[in-house]
């Protein structure tokens, strides 16, 4: 669980994207940012992954802001996973895309079979463990993203368009997931859409 505390926060590129926003996201909320394509929601996913930097203001977590300090940095992420809204896949197999966070992170090998086996069961991808992750679906790359993102429990999980390209049977899929994974751990979730609906 992670607390989110955005104070008077601004960001530009060759124009200004977002302009003083302030947020508090409570720990273990679901917190969904909804708005038009090019409302700036991808921006602020990326800012709270670390990716960017604001250009004024700040963002705190658990009421610590995350200075420049790459320690610091590198912690929150460890904690963090993200899914893109056009997730790019490794030339590898399912099983290899969805167990490389835990890899990374050093965890033993027996553990990094476990959950990936765990997870993939959950996501109904166990079938296609062994298939090139570059060779499925548009959904079926939704959900291996989405697989990839909570092998590690995140103590925040970002999601960016997350049912985009998906059907039905995956769209409701990926939202039981991000509920039980919220009840069971407790995990802070944003999501961005442009859907009413999600």
Do not use: W
């Not at 049912?163 to 994974?181: G, P, V, W």
């Amino acid at each position: 669980m992670i607390h989110i505390r955005i104070e008077n926060l601004s960001f530009s590129y060759e124009k200004e994207v977002l302009k003083d926003i302030s947020i508090e996201i409570k720990a273990g909320q679901i917190f969904a940012l909804i708005g038009p394509v090019g409302s700036g929601k991808t921006t602020l996913l990326r800012l709270l992954n670390l990716l960017d930097s604001p250009s004024s203001g700040k963002i705190c977590f658990d009421d610590v802001e995350i200075s420049s300090s790459p320690s610091q940095k590198l912690e929150m992420r460890r904690k963090t996973s993200l899914v893109f809204q056009k997730p790019v896949m490794f030339n590898a197999s399912v099983f290899d895309n969805v167990a490389y966070p835990l890899k990374l992170r050093n965890y033993q090998r027996r553990h990094v079979r476990e959950m990936t086996e765990r997870v993939l069961e959950d996501t109904g991808l166990i079938e296609l463990a062994g298939r090139n992750a570059r060779a499925l679906s548009g959904g079926e790359v939704q959900r291996v993203a989405f697989a990839r993102a909570i092998v590690t429990n995140p103590h925040l999980l970002l999601l960016d368009e997350p049912t985009a390209n998906c059907d039905r049977t995956t769209i409701n899929l990926i939202e039981q997931l991000t509920m039980k994974l919220n009840h069971e751990t407790g995990t802070t979730i944003v999501l961005a859409t442009h859907a009413m609906d999600v």
